[in-house]
């Protein structure tokens, strides 16, 4: 390749919108990584019981459905590159306020400060998914989403696939305060990479009926299992060790091994769905992912925890390329309100099992509230496959 034609090939790269999100989500994932497996147990170490970190994710949950409504109502006044910088600056106010945690609890008081946590959680989580979502919607379409949403997700966890156990690492040593420093540099650095990126001219708008789609329930309650299954394996899980007495370090390494696993079939997956439909790859996915979780259940040490996490990265990227690249597909034309709907709906799924596992913590110790929700959400996982064969609207 002579020169003329790499410069050619460096500009379709750095001036091409899907590559600039590909830049920054990778800066993003590497310093969210590095903490954010470790934010309920550093709740847990600031002497918050399971029971308060419940209530403040099932706060984080309810406000986000009514923040995502606003945000999308006033995208297009907003924009979609602002959201996405503010998200990232949110994630940096977020960190520095979990760096200087004593001296804010000590001001403000332990629930007080909570609440401020929740507050700019919400803020950076609803900004960063509807930004995202338009985002990817308008570097895609319909017969490549697959293929460039696998590789959206493959590449940040592939480079930053080291991160939960560095991270585990440097807490280990150091302590949390470094992580959370190095978090914060490097989502500087992601705010900078987005900063000069092209921008995008949103006309995004929200249809009542569309948003609560009652003509499509399947699809609804595909949204609202994967949103379940999102507390399970990133709220329930993390909290579901350390109570089994795991080491931080050991908590890193667990992921490793996972984090490997989900970067190449994630990639794999896209480029099926693709060229064969997602509706087989979605199936065998919610079926091993849901073996995945009855295992963490069961799991009592580092080998087997490692093995059933490792299972999940599998299985579970299987799953969400699946489910992810159809409604990417099938959106581009309502686009407004196919974000609030799935937004609601995987929402609604989250508080549910907040609610479950509250309602188990009043009548049962912790590690066997765990245990029933681990197993609760395998068997909605596993009853997503079912769901999966019958969708006709996002799922081919």
């Known amino acids: 390749m002579n020169g003329h034609d790499l410069n050619k090939s460096l500009t379709r790269i750095i001036h091409n919108r899907y590559y600039d999100l590909i830049i920054a989500d990778t800066l993003r994932y590497i310093a969210l990584a590095l903490i954010s497996l470790f934010v309920p147990i550093y709740l847990l170490k600031l002497n918050y019981s399971i029971f308060i970190i419940a209530i403040f994710e099932l706060i984080l949950f309810i406000g986000a459905i009514v923040f995502h409504f606003i945000l999308l109502k006033n995208i297009n006044k907003i924009q979609v590159k602002r959201a996405m910088i503010i998200s990232y600056i949110m994630d940096i106010v977020f960190y520095l306020f979990l760096y200087n945690s004593e001296i804010f609890i000590n001001k403000w ?16 989580s609803t900004f960063y998914w509807t930004a995202h979502h338009i985002y990817f919607f308008n570097s895609s379409d319909e017969k490549n989403g697959g293929q460039r949403l696998g590789m959206l997700n493959a590449v940040p966890v592939a480079i930053g696939v080291v991160s939960p156990f560095l991270g585990g690492v440097l807490i280990s040593k150091y302590g949390f305060h470094v992580a959370f420093f190095i978090s914060v540099l490097l989502l500087v650095l992601a705010s900078l990479a987005l900063l000069f990126s092209r921008g995008i001219k949103a ?4 249809d009542i009926k569309k948003v609560f789609d009652f003509n499509y329930d399947i699809k609804n309650w595909i949204y609202f299992i994967e949103g379940l299954n999102y507390v399970a394996t990133v709220f329930i899980w993390p909290i579901f060790m350390f109570v089994m007495a795991i080491k931080i370090v050991s908590m890193g390494l667990i992921y490793l091994f996972a984090n490997t696993a989900y970067s190449i079939l994630t990639y794999l997956g896209g480029k099926i769905s693709d060229q064969h439909g997602s509706r087989l790859i979605g199936r065998i996915g919610s079926v091993g992912h849901s073996l995945s979780l009855v295992l963490r259940a069961l799991s009592e040490n580092v080998l087997m925890m490692s093995f059933s996490v490792t299972l999940g990265g599998f299985f579970g990227s299987l799953m969400h390329v699946a489910l992810d690249s159809g409604f990417y597909k099938h959106s581009h034309e309502k686009q407004g ?15 549910s099992l907040i609610f479950l596992f509250l309602f188990l913590l009043l009548f049962f110790e912790a590690r066997l509230a765990l245990i ?8 909605l996982t596993f009853i997503l496959n079912f769901i999966i064969q019958e969708d006709k609207s996002i799922i081919d």
């Open 337 to 351: 309100s196919a974000i609030m709907n799935r937004e609601l709906y995987m929402h609604l799924g989250r508080i």
């Open 109 to 124: 008081g332990p629930y007080f400060f909570l609440g401020i946590l929740s507050f700019i959680n919400i803020i950076s």
């Open 203 to 206: 006309n995004i708008y929200i």
């Open 372 to 379: 029933f929700i681990l197993f609760f959400a395998a068997f």
